[in-house]
């Protein structure tokens, strides 16, 4: 029992120090992190199909996939900070599974098209209703959780992400040997409609438990108890949920934090250009080597390794949250280097395979950064849910336009530009996460002045009113 004790504290950290909060934690965890995968199996389902049949079905020309991915983060783009503002007036609880419903009707859509523009309008309004989940989650796990707390429930969070996209390519795979041609619909058609049959009561679970906020919830397995103690046990709120008017936009743009994260996650996601593109199950189609299943399958250690890096650096980051986040994003730097580097002359296949797989290490990012975020801007919950909303949004912008210029499936099977591209951002996100870091220094810094000098200030109160206490009239000195 002492060993799984041990064990306990250094995976999950050490446990909360009531039974009370031990229960809530319990009940939280539970409850947010079962949601989000179906997210990125609703969104990583094309590029499954495109090389299952699709591309010859519906008559793919030149770069049209990449159009779709672009139109696609367009409406992505487009719908970050309306959903994070809308979160800030309508219920999580209502709003996160009304646009899970939405998306998954989108993707049943997708089933029945029989051209590229179809799909690139479905895409496009499908994105936008998707963009809601992961930057709105991202800031409910900032609302419940500790910064101790947050680095692994995120990496979680990110995990389920992960294995959607796992748990799509493995899907197509068995959809193409075993449905292919069934009630007339090719094996990608039923990758859509069994996606929509996978999203549907995940929208609905959503509807029935997913909590809220702290400051909101109204979740029946919650007792009256336990909402309190979720408010009590977090740091403060200087400007709670909803306080929005023009004060937000000085108190964002005004921010360091503004520039520092976005930035940062610029760098960070656009690291991840040959896993998003996906780059290995194009380059294993144009071989003519591996069967439709083994483009499929061969993938899915990509998003394997994302989610053992996800896992391992959330928990590493949450071990001194106030110092280990930077730490992060200098490895990740090095790994989207050294891929980029292997990927530019590979000596051998299995070099090109090791290049792929190791670029799944980027994934990490999408924990370490928004927990990162989360941490140094939570006393203003309006202006934290703008950031994350931003952080993602411009990342989205650049990547519109470098998935086009570096990373398009007329660029196969080399990239060879996408490959300086992958080494020039990795150097980029060394830079800005050793200025994020000197950033949060500087901020430490100045609130620990602040804290002594409030305490200064409190002291000399204090001696005042004594003294004035010792000079009334009828008080005997001793």
Known sequence: MALLSKVRRIVWGAPATTKAERRLILKIDFFILTYYWCNYLDRANLNNAYVSGMREALHFKGTQLNQINTIFYGGYLLGQIPNNLILQKVRPRIWLPLTCLIWGFFTLGTAFTTNPTQIMVIRFFQAFFEASCFVGVQWILGSWYKPSEIGKRTAIFTSSGLAGTMFSGIMQGAIHETLDGSAGLAGFRWLFVIDFLITFPIAIYGFLFFPDTPLSTSARYLTPEERSLAVERLPEISKERGVLGWSLIRRVIASWHFWAFVLLWIANSNTEMYSTNAIMQLWLRSTGD?????????PTSVSGMGIVVTLLLGWYSDYNPSRN???????????SITSGALMLRPPT???????LILNGCQFAGQTVMFAWANDLIRSDDAKRSVIIACMNMFSIAVYMFWSILFYNVTQAPGWFKGNWAMIAMGLFLLIVTLATYMLQRRQERMEALEDASRNMRATEDKLSM??????MPGHTKV
């Open 290 to 298: 591996y069967t439709i299943s083994e483009v499929n399958y061969i």
């Open 325 to 335: 986040r930077w730490h992060v994003g200098v490895l990740l730097s090095f790994t």
């Open 349 to 355: 296949e299995g070099a090109k395979f090791a290049a």
């Open 466 to 471: 004594e003294d004035v206490a010792v000079n």
